[in-house]
């Protein structure tokens, strides 16, 4: 493994390997205490960010390393005066690994090709590997399992996290389907994962059902009635979780309570988004360790 752009890069055993490493590190955090020390993580950021750029800095601290925080709108590469490329260049002079949030998910690959450390996806327009990475730890300890699982996605599918989740749940077998509008359906199709406009078919027997915001960071807020009005029926409410009475509720967040889901629902016992928050950065340290280590 030589860096985290897009969970397709990785084969079942990495992503299996990754989770049970956050899971030893989750129960013997001492143990991992130095194992960066003298090293230094580059946060990138081109959109904001609180639960990607906290665990990763807080991880990076409990493992014993440094990190530098990189906001782009304050750099020659974001005025336009130095390309990516040369960018990558120079930071691989002076930092061990760099963590990018970027729009493209070209430039992040351009990144990665340009210079010579680790290079991991904070999130792009197109994947956020590190959430769904995330999110199969939690998954697993709440369902104490992986396999025979059904998620339920709902909500705008054109989407960085719906991306990440179908190539997951592709490459694990765990049965997938995405419950969207026809303008906002995801940007490739892939074995296991269903596609659908009809709610009532993706929640049975559902046991995860997982939503992301209607209005994720690159979307122009001119756009937001008229998508509302759009996604509305695929609303996370009381009565669709009733329809799959076993289902637990995920969320990557930042939620918009009374868009894409109902407080009732993300503050109810079904829901497990602030353990699934929690565990970005356990998750967070297992791949740093296996980048650098
Ligand atoms: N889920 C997630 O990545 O949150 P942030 O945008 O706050 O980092
Ligand atoms: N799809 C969302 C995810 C936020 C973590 C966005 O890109 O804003």
């Not at 950021?45 to 493992?63: G, M």
Request: with cysteine; hydrophobic share 40%.
């Amino acid at each position: 493994m030589k860096n985290i752009l897009s969970i397709n890069d990785l084969s079942k055993k990495e992503i299996l390997d990754l989770i049970f490493l956050a899971e030893k590190i989750k129960k013997s955090p001492q143990n991992y205490n130095s194992k960066l020390k003298n090293k230094v993580l580059l946060d990138i950021f081109e959109k904001p960010s609180l639960r990607t750029r906290l665990s990763f800095e807080v991880a990076v601290y409990q493992l014993g390393g440094h990190t530098i925080f990189y906001d782009l709108g304050n750099s020659p590469l974001g005025k336009g005066k130095e390309s990516i490329e040369d960018t990558a260049r120079v930071i691989s002079k002076y930092v061990n690994v760099v963590m990018a949030r970027l729009y493209s998910q070209e430039d992040l690959i351009s990144l990665a090709e340009n210079g010579n450390i680790p290079v991991i996806n904070g999130l792009t327009d197109y994947e956020h590997p590190c959430q769904i990475l995330g999110d199969l730890l939690t998954i697993k300890e709440k369902l104490r399992r992986l396999s025979n699982i059904k998620i339920a996605y709902f909500g705008d599918a054109k989407n960085n996290v719906t991306h990440s989740l179908m190539f997951a749940c592709s490459k694990l077998g765990i049965k997938m389907s995405v419950a969207c509008p026809r303008n906002m359906q995801p940007l490739f199709r892939i074995n296991g994962v269903e596609v659908t406009q009809d709610v009532n078919k993706a929640i049975k027997n559902a046991d995860i059902v997982y939503v992301d915001s209607w209005m994720s960071y690159q979307i122009s807020k001119s756009k937001h009635a008229k998508r509302v009005k759009q996604l509305r029926k695929y609303q996370v409410n009381v009565n669709l979780m009733k329809k799959s009475p076993k289902a637990l509720f995920m969320h990557c967040l930042p939620a918009k309570r009374g868009e894409e889901v109902t407080s009732e629902v993300m503050d109810s016992n079904k829901s497990i988004v602030f353990d699934q928050a929690e565990n970005r950065l356990h998750i967070q340290k297992a791949i740093l360790l296996k980048l650098l280590c």
